[in-house]
């Protein structure tokens, strides 16, 4: 028997001043509990993924969701972290417990709270998923990490940066359209191409607008094997799968994204299914760079040739494979630990009709894809209307 998705909740992306990461928990979880029609007592296991890392100084955040109602009191609690895939981590590790037959009901809360300390304080945490520069200063981060494989892509390929900007204003498009993106802005091409005082460049040759944001935020779902919710359909687990490369960066070539490949390979073979009978994925661009790279991972395009599954209109809206419908990371957010959440929670309210913003029409068969570090950790799970 496949698990299924019963339930799910999404908060606002962005920056929420007023909110903590336990408001945050709270509110996802609840939520997700009420579209499920489960009840707290119901919910054998509780699993919260959270990065933070030293952005929020609480780093024993699994029995927040206990204070959601009193019937979780008891109920086993537990944190994965993944670096930017600790949400797809949470996921797969309740569907493994539901599998095992260890549980039949897992609440799963993704939640960050990354606004409202220095900069520097954030910049220094996510670079602690990186082997090499974790610890060290740096005045780029993570951009400068993905900036070098763009480089990289530039000597092997050609220039990038018209097609980076391409990817950045169907992601700000597509994110003016949903309600819980923190970057609801439509730009151009244009304005994305060009280095500006209101685009700087960020890590040459990425501009800001190929950088997804800092964000707070929180999503959740609950799992379970039977639906239970009058409120719609329940979504099915089809196939799921994971794969970890190298830390080191001088073990990995910056292009070849060779262990996401594997993940996702495995994924498609656990569902029985091929990239192309999907109808939407929503797959982790925190920089542009990173979509671009995953078109020709998933085989949408020739290695070195991205750049035709935008000029076909392969990705866009009523193209064969939509990519990132809800805006992506680029514009919906990117709360750390809770991006693998939503994109489980955006890619089944595309299969239920009941996405808020741009709806893949017909949708009956969609993938969710989440790496920590630079390609590094991969989840990529299969979900399917029933």
């Not at 900007?165 to 359209?177: P, V």
């Amino acid at each position: 028997m496949r698990p299924h998705l019963l339930g799910w909740s999404h908060t606002a992306f962005g920056k929420q001043p007023d909110a903590t990461l336990e408001s945050l928990v709270v509110e996802a979880g609840r939520a997700a509990l009420a579209d499920a029609e489960v009840a707290p007592d119901q919910v054998d296991l509780v699993v919260v993924g959270h990065f933070n890392s030293g952005m929020h100084p609480l780093g024993f955040p699994s029995s927040l969701p206990m204070l959601i109602d009193d019937g979780l009191f008891g109920v086993p609690a537990l944190r994965t972290e993944n670096a930017c895939a600790s949400g797809s981590a949470a996921v797969h590790t309740g569907l493994a417990h539901l599998l095992a037959g260890r549980a039949r009901t897992v609440l799963v809360v993704g939640a960050e709270k990354m606004t409202g300390v220095p900069a520097a304080t954030v910049g220094a945490a996510l670079l602690g998923a990186d082997y090499d520069l974790a610890g060290a200063a740096s005045s780029t981060g993570f951009a400068g990490l993905f900036a070098e494989v763009a480089l990289e892509y530039e000597r092997r390929h050609g220039p990038v940066g018209d097609t980076l900007a391409a990817i950045a204003a169907k992601s700000h498009r597509l994110g003016a359209a949903n309600p819980f993106a923190h970057l609801r802005k439509d730009l151009s091409e244009e304005f994305c191409a060009t280095a500006s005082a209101a685009n700087p460049m960020v890590a040459a040759p990425l501009r800001r607008t190929d950088c997804s944001p800092v964000s707070d935020g929180a999503a959740a779902l609950v799992l379970g094997l039977e639906p239970t919710s009058s409120r719609h359909a329940a979504v099915r687990v089809a196939g799921w799968g994971s794969a970890n490369d190298h830390l080191p960066r001088e073990r990995r070539d910056p292009l070849a994204f060779a262990a996401t490949e594997l993940a996702w390979h495995r994924a498609m073979k656990d569902a029985g299914v091929s990239t192309s009978e999907l109808d939407l994925v929503e797959l982790h661009d925190c920089f542009t760079i990173a979509e671009l790279q995953m078109y020709e991972v998933l085989g949408l395009a020739p290695r070195g040739e991205g750049w035709r599954a935008l000029a076909d209109g392969v990705v866009l809206p009523g193209g064969a494979l939509p990519v990132n419908p809800s805006g992506g990371l680029k514009s919906k957010g990117h709360p750390v630990g809770a991006t693998g959440v939503s994109q489980h929670v955006s890619v089944a309210m595309q299969l239920t009709g009941t996405f808020p913003g741009v709806q893949v029409e017909g949708a009956r068969l969609g993938a969710v894809h989440n790496m920590g570090g630079l390609a590094v950790a991969n989840h990529v799970t299969v979900l399917a209307a029933d």
